[in-house]
Antibody, heavy 118, light 110 residues
Framework: EVQLVESGGGLVQPGGSLRLSCAASGFTFSTFWMSWVRQAPGKGLEWVANINQDGREKNYVDSVKGRFTISRDNAKNSLHLQMNSLRAEDTAVYYC???????????WGQGTLVTVSS | EIVLTQSPGTLSLSPGERATLSCRASQRVSSSYLAWYQQKPGQAPRLLIYGASSRATGIPDRFSGSGSGTDFTLTISRLEPEDFAVYYCQHYGNSPPGWTFGQGTKVEIK
């Protein structure tokens, strides 16, 4: 069974940093693109970043470029999102998601809440 | 940048009725990379449709997707109680590479 379990969320002050992790199991992690998608409270879904199988190709939504860094450790079946210079508008539930057939996200974690507030 | 606009914002229907949800792209997109998701309160999204019309694993056949170019539709033929939720369309583009979601359509019980 495919499982994605996020961790690392919490309350952080504006300008602070946080590192999210996603533990993957039940599939060959190293063969899939992976993404982070976020959802602000009461709002819709927003794709944040993605990374290819070997970690060499990364893409970001414009609003997080230069502040967030996606990475992966295929030996540990884990995905990460380093978030720096956090802003109030980064407050959201952050999901990790597996990109599968025709770039659809076929499996999602349960999400981890990041709150940026003083 | 492609913008996906979903309509209506809210759809009020009764169980057993047919639901028709629209997703319009701001420019022509590849139907290969058009997907639909269902999200219930407090839960992660669930993939329903990929490639505009292919059902994901385990999705009942009352869900169907269609469309091409700029206009796409998700149809639920007969609403079951568990289908009342928010639905999002999504597109992947490669210039620049990334994913875009529509703002969602809420299907609520009338």
């Amino acid at each position: 069974e495919v499982q994605l379990v996020e961790s690392g969320g919490g309350l952080v002050q504006p300008g602070g940093s946080l590192r999210l992790s996603c533990a993957a199991s039940g599939f060959t992690f190293s063969t899939f693109w992976m993404s982070w998608v976020r959802q602000a409270p009461g709002k819709g879904l927003e794709w944040v970043a993605n990374i290819n199988q070997d970690g060499r190709e990364k893409n970001y939504v414009d609003s997080v470029k230069g502040r967030f860094t996606i990475s992966r450790d295929n030996a540990k079946n884990s995905l990460h999102l380093q978030m720096n210079s956090l802003r109030a508008e980064d407050t959201a539930v952050y999901y990790c998601a597996r990109a599968a057939v025709l770039a659809s996200f076929d499996h999602w974690g349960q999400g981890t809440l990041v709150t940026v507030s003083s | 940048e492609i913008v996906l606009t979903q309509s209506p914002g809210t759809l009020s229907l009764s169980p057993g009725e047919r639901a028709t949800l629209s997703c319009r792209a701001s420019q022509r997109v590849s139907s290969s990379y058009l997907a639909w998701y269902q999200q219930k309160p407090g839960q992660a999204p669930r993939l329903l449709i990929y490639g505009a019309s292919s059902r994901a694993t385990g999705i009942p056949d009352r869900f169907s997707g269609s469309g091409s170019g700029t206009d796409f539709t998700l149809t639920i033929s007969r609403l079951e109680p568990e289908d009342f939720a928010v639905y999002y369309c999504q597109h992947y583009g490669n210039s620049p590479p990334g994913w875009t979601f529509g703002q969602g359509t809420k299907v609520e019980i009338k």
